[in-house]
């Protein structure tokens, strides 16, 4: 895939894919260092991705551009994207039952690669798509 992903929205689908399609390569590959699951051991980082990082926990379903704030940087090149991504439980694990749907919202933050060559995920809040949990932020 390409790795030089020059607009959030792009990034976010790119990215979305390769959770999807099992290649933490391309994961690993569009990270900035500035992100928390970034990590030098690439070996120790794909297999967390494996365990930690929902490859071996769900199916990804669908994908939900929500609100992308190409057009609106925060500061130093940042850029932001909103979506809705819908997994499925692969095995009962005590907080799903295998086969049961979650809808979880992300607000994806992305700097520039040092390069210049595009933007890389420097992290984001992830909220539940349950009425009465909207605001709850689940990876902190």
Same mark, same amino acid.
């Given at each position: 895939?390409?790795?030089?992903?020059?607009?959030?929205?792009?990034?976010?689908?790119?990215r979305?894919?390769?959770?999807?399609?099992?290649?933490?390569?391309?994961i690993?590959?569009?990270?900035?260092?500035?992100?928390?699951?970034?990590?030098?051991?690439?070996?120790?980082?794909?297999k967390?991705?494996d365990?930690v990082?929902? %490859?071996?926990?769900?199916?990804?379903?669908?994908?939900? $551009?929500?609100?992308? #704030? *190409?057009?609106?940087p925060?500061?130093? &090149?940042?850029?932001?994207?909103?979506?809705?991504?819908?997994?499925e439980?692969?095995k009962?694990?005590?907080?799903?039952?295998e086969g049961?749907?979650?809808?979880?919202?992300?607000?994806?933050? %992305?700097?520039?690669?040092?390069?210049?060559?595009g933007? $890389?995920?420097?992290? #984001? *809040?992830v909220?539940?798509?349950?009425? &009465?949990?909207?605001?709850?932020?689940?990876?902190?």
């Open positions: 895939g390409e790795r030089n992903v020059s607009e959030a929205s792009a990034l976010v689908r790119a979305y894919s390769a959770f999807a399609y099992r290649i933490p390569g391309f690993m590959a569009t990270t900035h260092p500035d992100n928390r699951d970034w990590d030098e051991d690439r070996v120790r980082w794909a967390s991705l365990r990082g929902m %490859f071996d926990s769900f199916t990804f379903v669908g994908l939900e $551009l929500l609100d992308v #704030g *190409d057009a609106k925060t500061g130093a &090149g940042e850029q932001v994207a909103r979506f809705r991504a819908t997994l439980a692969r009962d694990d005590g907080a799903v039952t049961q749907r979650l809808a979880v919202v992300e607000t994806s933050r %992305f700097l520039p690669n040092e390069d210049g060559s933007l $890389l995920y420097s992290g #984001g *809040d909220t539940a798509d349950v009425e &009465g949990l909207e605001s709850t932020v689940l990876n902190q």
